[in-house]
């Protein structure tokens, strides 16, 4: 099993900045993704990032870790939601002892952009 423990949500006004946290721990193999989901207040679950890349919100990952951060700057208000971290690789599973694919969710952090 693996478990993922977000941090880093909260209130900020628009045009703040928050970093979240997000760290994997357990049997873990390997890691293959790990990224940020968003779901915004009576919407899906969207993407928010999973590669690195440059601009406003922007993802980066400490492999020796297994923890990934978001990098959001100039918040603004749309950008309110609650935020999951996104983990797919293999971990060890001792039932058949063998390494098994698959992802997990974390529990989620709220970000609230409002002035």
């Known amino acids: 099993q693996v478990q993922l423990v977000e941090s880093g949500g909260g209130l900020v006004q628009p045009g703040g900045s928050l970093r979240l946290s997000c760290s994997a721990s357990?049997?873990?193999?390997?890691?293959?993704?790990m990224a940020w989901y968003r779901q915004a207040p009576g919407k899906e679950r969207e993407l928010v990032a999973a590669?690195?890349?440059?601009?406003r919100v922007s993802i980066s990952r400490d492999n020796a870790k297994n923890t990934v951060y978001l990098q959001m700057n100039s918040l603004k208000p749309e950008d309110t939601g609650v935020y999951y971290c996104?983990?797919?690789?293999?971990?060890?599973?001792?039932?058949?002892?063998?390494?098994?694919?698959?992802?997990?969710w974390g529990k989620g952090t709220l970000v609230t952009v409002s002035s």
């Open positions: 357990g049997s873990i193999f390997s890691t293959n993704t």
């Open positions: 996104y983990w797919r690789g293999l971990y060890w599973d001792p039932k058949t002892a063998t390494n098994r694919g698959m992802d997990y």
């Open positions: 590669m690195p890349s440059g601009g």
